[in-house]
């Protein structure tokens, strides 16, 4: 089945500390993987995309194959990156469709 | 660009009623999917629409149904709501079908079951 652990609910952090958002994924293809981000009343948006291999406001996501994980990160938190964020694989195929994992809030302390 | 825009913002029913829900996509996308997203959970797959068809669907019952229109917009219907059905229901758009193609989300409509 098609399943997208993020296995912490709140991730809280002092600003200036690194930042590592755990996400584990099963599926048996090669999905595209996407980290989305919801700051406070505001909509769900795209933050990166492994395959552009990008770096968004300081955000980085490795993709590990063996381990099918996609894991977020920043060397150094600020206390505007204090949101919800979720991993999202992208199945393939004729259509495609998110798969979310439950979220984890981070919470970057001053 | 406003980006996608869903209506209404928020609804009430009560368990039996039928609702329906509206999205326009983003300009320049083709291509609309809908997410239900129950409290404190990550939003899932309801259905995606290209080309006015039905293209894939989540694991929710046939209550769940919806419409495509030639100007790409969608609808999401819900027929003798449940309580369960009390969520945020998103709508994303991206251009062209399949895989690669970042969803960009509107603001959702909430809907309260009483």
């Known amino acids: 089945a098609q399943r997208v652990t993020q296995p912490e609910k709140l991730l809280s952090v002092f600003k200036g500390a690194p930042v590592e958002l755990k996400c584990n994924y099963s599926?048996?293809?090669?999905?595209?993987l996407f980290w989305y981000v919801q700051y406070s009343r505001q909509r769900l948006q795209l933050l990166l995309r492994?395959?552009s291999r990008e770096s968004i406001k300081g955000f980085t996501a490795d993709l590990n194959k063996g381990e099918t994980s996609f894991h977020l990160k920043k060397p150094f938190a600020q206390e505007e990156d204090s949101a919800m964020y979720y991993c999202?694989?992208?199945?393939?195929?004729?259509?495609?469709?998110?798969?979310f994992g439950q979220g984890t809030t981070l919470q970057v302390k001053p | 660009d406003a980006g996608v825009t869903q209506s209404p913002t928020h609804l009430i029913k009560t368990r039996g009623q039928q609702v329906t829900l509206r999205c326009s996509p983003k300009?320049?996308?083709?291509?609309v999917s809908w997410y239900q997203q129950a409290l404190g959970q990550g939003p899932q797959f309801i259905f995606q629409?290209?080309?006015?068809?039905?293209?894939q669907r989540g694991n929710f019952p046939d209550r769940f149904s919806g419409h495509q229109f030639p100007n790409y917009s969608s609808e999401l219907n819900v027929n003798a709501l449940l309580l369960g059905d009390s969520a945020l229901y998103l709508c994303?758009?991206?251009f062209g079908q399949g895989a690669n193609q970042p969803q960009h989300f509107g603001d959702g409509t909430r809907l309260s079951i009483l």
């Open positions: 492994h395959i």
């Open positions: 994303a758009s991206s």
């Open positions: 599926y048996s293809g090669s999905p595209e």
């Open positions: 629409y290209y080309e006015e068809e039905e293209r």
């Open positions: 999202a694989p992208l199945v393939c195929g004729n259509t495609g469709k998110l798969i």
């Open positions: 300009s320049g996308h083709d291509t």
